[in-house]
């Protein structure tokens, strides 16, 4: 398949998303983007688990770094037996598989076949190495034409002339929804909720649709319901770290809050994604909790006096019914209805 990264922001051309060179993963780091321009260098595939558990990738920065993070165990082992390279590899999908806990489902989708394609590698005498790298490449390219259709149902939604709010950074929808409003000619209006602590939203998404020429507002956290209120959003939308077959689903902590806030006033909620099948309802999902002194800081620097505690939940769990849609590659389905998704037919996303 051809590459799927043409007129993409800089964020998410696959280089600089993650990408496995002469024995090193270089990841961008996007805790300081767009301020600096910054590549973060493993050596070790338990150096990329740091990097996803420190946030130096989201999002779907991580199916990337995974994947790539396959080709570099299987550089480190190069020289062991071949037995001896399948318990190395086998270890290292399992480790980079549970990288973050509400997302493990999907890495681990990723690392697995990813060791399958290596074990057979090996057994043909091949490099294990290219196996993961061209398995990473190509899942790319699927995950990127697959959210292209996801992207392509939300923007048909949209009016020309129409404004959204988004949260946090939704990695290759962003880059769809660009693409898809420059393929039809409408005019659309960005306003990104700042989403702290680490600033996904100004940082990543603002930067995403700026660099496309969108007009782009960023309101901090607190400022979503002023901006619903006075009538300045037509659509609240987000991408989803797990969509539940029940209409649940996770995502960035403050994403259910907002979509409390735009029921109140009756702006629809569009979640873009693919349903996870393997997690049948909300009590699959498992949320993860982030070092609370990270919220008590800005730009790295501890803004709190000492003594002052917090608590950092990564996720929120949105339920179904302050859901308009949810948005995937196959149209557009309630929340109450994603069994006729799964009706169609599973297809390999990752």
Avoid at 1 to 23: I, S
Avoid at 51 to 63: K, L, Y
Avoid at 153 to 175: A, H
Wanted: aromatic fraction near 10%; include cysteine; glycine fraction near 6%.
């Amino acid at each position: 398949m051809q590459r799927q990264d043409k007129g993409m922001p800089f964020l998410l051309k696959y280089e600089n998303v993650a990408w496995y060179e002469d024995g090193k993963v270089r990841i961008l780091d996007r805790r300081v983007f767009p301020m600096q321009k910054k590549f973060v260098y493993c050596k070790d595939y338990h150096q990329i688990i740091k990097a996803i558990q420190d946030m130096v990738t989201q999002s779907a920065g991580p199916f990337t770094a995974v994947g790539m993070g396959m080709a570099l165990a299987a550089y480190q082992c190069k020289d062991k037996s071949e037995q001896e390279q399948v318990i190395f590899l086998t270890k290292a999908a399992k480790e980079l598989g549970n990288a973050r806990p509400t997302t493990a489902n999907r890495y681990s989708a990723i690392t697995n076949r990813a060791l399958k394609l290596q074990k057979q590698a090996l057994k043909e005498g091949k490099s294990a190495i290219d196996a993961a790298f061209n398995d990473t490449l190509d899942s790319l390219n699927r995950r990127y034409a697959t959210m292209q259709k996801v992207g392509n149902y939300l923007v048909d939604l949209m009016p020309n002339n129409s404004s959204f709010l988004t949260q946090c950074y939704g990695e290759t929808i962003i880059g769809a929804i660009i693409r898809r409003a420059k393929e039809t000619g409408k005019t659309l209006k960005a306003y990104d909720a700042e989403t702290r602590p680490f600033m996904q939203g100004t940082r990543l998404t603002a930067s995403c649709f700026e660099e496309a020429g969108f007009d782009t507002t960023v309101v901090t956290d607190n400022m979503t319901n002023f901006v619903l209120e006075r009538g300045d959003i037509d659509f609240y939308t987000s991408a989803a770290d797990t969509i539940a077959m029940d209409g649940h689903i996770a995502n960035k902590i403050g994403t259910k809050q907002i979509a409390i806030l735009a029921n109140r006033v009756g702006v629809p909620y569009f979640v873009t994604g693919i349903p996870d099948q393997d997690k049948a309802n909300k009590d699959a999902i498992k949320i993860e909790y982030r070092d609370p002194a990270q919220a008590l800081q800005f730009n790295g620097q501890r803004v709190a006096m000492q003594g002052v505690h917090s608590v950092y939940p990564a996720f929120d769990v949105t339920p179904p019914e302050l859901i308009g849609a949810i948005v995937t590659d196959k149209g557009v389905y309630s929340p109450y209805n994603l069994q006729a998704y799964a009706k169609l037919g599973a297809e390999n996303f990752y």
